[in-house]
């Protein structure tokens, strides 16, 4: 008999998807899904040993003070477990080594790069070389957006797709690079999994509100090398039905939700490569 799949999806200090986020690791096939509070980690009363697949979720970590993510980042990084004073950044490191799987949407991905977990070149996970700043249109964005998946992309959680369609809502997801050098090696090794679209052509673009924040090279999401930690600004969690696409009255719709083939992608290869 296979090995149980486990997912932990992480609340609290603000976070707000957390409900959806495990809603969809349960249609993608997990079998067990905790949702736990960032303190019960603390407490020692879960830990990130037992859990296959890591959902950063979406929402306004610590009211987004100190710029988005940033105060979780620092917890992270600081906060040590109690009892035993073990950092929790051991457990993440740990959890990563294992070769297991981490998916941070929206204030998740602000979370995981200002962490220093992506884009992780040679393997670092304690750098920050990318960020996350407020929208061109300096103001906050909710609407749905035009995806389109890079196939040479090693993320294990796009394999196989071609475009999304997917909502954003943030004030602060526009993609930053340390550098030039570091943008083209992030172009050069396929990390930038997922670009926001033109609707008509289908290409990567600049243009406002198709680019809802004016993220260079149209990025929306990117994975590390290993493909196996992937962070993005769309929501996929609010799209697992097709009562929640934004016309599903006017059009024939499957009934699954795009967003649901991202966390099915990624229990698939836990159960094939992890177990």
């Keep these: 008999m296979n090995k149980a799949v486990k997912a932990i999806v992480i609340t609290g200090y603000g976070t707000n998807c957390e409900v959806e986020m495990a809603q969809a690791c349960r249609l993608g096939g997990a079998d067990q899904v905790d949702i736990v509070h960032m303190s019960e980690l603390l407490h020692g009363e879960f ?30 990084r600081h906060a040590t477990v109690k009892p ?16 297991k799987l981490i998916i941070g949407v929206c204030n998740g991905f602000q979370l995981m ?37 890079d196939p ?12 999304l369609y997917l909502p954003v809502r943030h004030g602060e997801g526009k993609f930053v690079p340390a550098s030039e050098t570091i943008l083209g090696m992030l172009e050069e090794n396929h990390l930038i999994a997922m670009r ?9 673009t600049m243009r406002y509100p198709w680019n809802p924040n004016g993220s260079p090279a149209g990025i929306a999401g990117i994975c590390d090398p290993s493909g196996r930690l992937f962070g993005l600004m769309p929501h996929p969690e609010a799209f697992l039905h097709r ?33």
């Design 152 to 163: 040479e992309s090693p993320s294990v959680f796009t394999r196989g797709l071609e475009q």
């Design 196 to 204: 926001y679209a033109d609707p008509e052509t289908g290409e990567a």
């Design 84 to 99: 035993g004073g073990e950092p929790i950044r051991d457990q993440l490191y740990r959890f990563i080594e294992a070769g």
């Design 47 to 76: 830990t990130l040993d037992d859990y296959h697949l890591l959902n950063l979720p979406g929402g306004f970590l610590d009211g987004d003070d100190l710029g988005a993510g940033q105060a979780g980042a620092h917890r992270l």
């Design 243 to 275: 009562v929640n696409h934004p016309r599903w009255t006017r059009e024939q719709l499957p009934e699954e939700g795009q967003g649901v083939a991202l966390f099915r992608n990624g229990i698939e290869f836990i159960r094939a490569n992890v177990l």
């Design 113 to 149: 790069v200002k962490m220093g977990l992506l884009p992780g070149f040679d393997h670092r996970y304690d750098r920050r070389l990318v960020s996350l700043t407020h929208n061109d249109s300096s103001r906050f964005e909710d609407r749905w957006v035009n995806l389109r998946i």
